[in-house]
């Protein structure tokens, strides 16, 4: 018996067969034995369903007045061009969510992560810029409400548009062109691929931006006051008519503006102090609430607007309610 084991396990090394014990030999025989290793889980990050879920709802929403807009010919004037670059800067930004979710898990490469990353900031930067050019556009609108309907307001609106979308295009750019952190990890922010200093100067841009914004919606709740307190002597109005007016527009100009500070607040001061070094969840609890904004975006300046209630009523049913009827604008309506 002895013999045919001998025979049986010549393939085995030599060093087993020389050690002669069966305790050995059946060590030997389990070593060649190949380990079936578990395959590793597709994990999938929570933080990044819930952005992809932000991108999904992004991307329908802005799409709605993206098409409402293009099709519809009567809406071309300066406010409507200005509010259409902010659906379509919101869209591209979903867009790039859901493109980001993707390509992260499904084609993960540094090529397609700077594309994804370049949409995302060029998008998002248009998105600022586009709320920016609608401030000064309503400041205009009424600082120079007797020329405001005029030619030379439609070649200001395509010049902003120009500006803006050429600026937030060579921004996303930038990742794409080099100015990353691939090739030096200490360098990078709290998003990478872009560098510290990238995220730094979007930061310190956005800061200002806002401070315009601020000033700008500061004088157009001056100009709404005494608007409302001329129309309240011609009218015979009572002084709390007046007020109810008033307060009506200072209000819709705070929730404007404290809407916007609101959601992009936390994650500019959070990338001026931090770095990639930082837990990723905080640059995840900052960022989605910058989504948000892209999400309240067409509900603030798309669908309060009446002529668009009665654009996306005719795609819908074919008709305008009764409640729609054209009706004059009042300072209140900024």
Not at 272 to 283: E, F, N, Q, R, V
Request: aromatic share 10%; hydrophobic share 50%.
């Amino acid at each position: 018996m002895n013999e045919d084991l001998e025979v049986n396990l010549t393939w085995l090394p030599r060093e087993h067969l020389e050690a002669g014990s069966p305790e050995n030999v059946s060590a030997a025989v389990t070593s060649l034995v190949p380990v079936v290793e578990p395959e590793p889980e597709f994990l999938v990050n929570p933080w990044d369903i819930v952005l992809c879920t932000s991108g999904t709802l992004i991307s329908c929403e802005n799409a709605v007045v993206v098409l409402i807009i293009f099709h519809n010919p009567s809406l071309r004037a300066p406010m409507f061009l200005l509010i259409g670059s902010l659906a379509l800067a919101d869209l591209l930004a979903g867009i790039g969510l859901i493109f980001n979710f993707i390509l992260a898990y499904l084609l993960q490469s540094e090529a397609t992560k700077l594309v994804t990353v370049g949409l995302i900031v060029a998008s998002f930067s248009a998105s600022v810029c586009s709320l920016l050019a609608i401030t000064v556009d309503r400041y205009l609108s009424l600082y120079y409400a007797l020329t405001y309907n005029s030619e030379r307001t439609v070649t200001f609106t395509y010049v902003m548009l120009i500006l803006l979308w050429g600026a937030s295009i060579c921004i996303g750019l930038l990742p794409i062109m080099g100015w990353n952190c691939l090739q030096d990890e200490s360098t990078c922010s709290v998003i990478r691929p872009l560098t510290k200093n990238n995220a730094a100067v979007l930061s310190v841009s956005f800061l200002l931006m806002f401070a315009l914004m601020l000033q700008l919606y500061i004088q157009i709740c001056k100009i709404v006051m005494r608007h409302a307190h001329q129309i309240a002597l011609q009218h015979h109005f009572l002084a709390t008519s007046h007020y109810v007016t008033t307060r009506k527009g200072v209000s819709t100009l705070a929730i404007i503006l404290g809407t916007f500070a609101a959601c992009w607040m936390p994650f500019t001061l959070y990338s001026l102090i931090a770095d990639y070094t930082y837990p990723s969840i905080y640059t995840y609890a900052t960022l989605l609430p910058a989504t948000y904004n892209s999400i309240i975006n067409p509900v603030i300046y798309a669908f309060r607007n009446q002529e668009i209630q009665k654009a996306l009523w005719l795609i819908c049913c074919g008709c305008i309610p009764s409640n729609l009827s054209a009706r004059a604008r009042s300072p209140s309506d900024v």
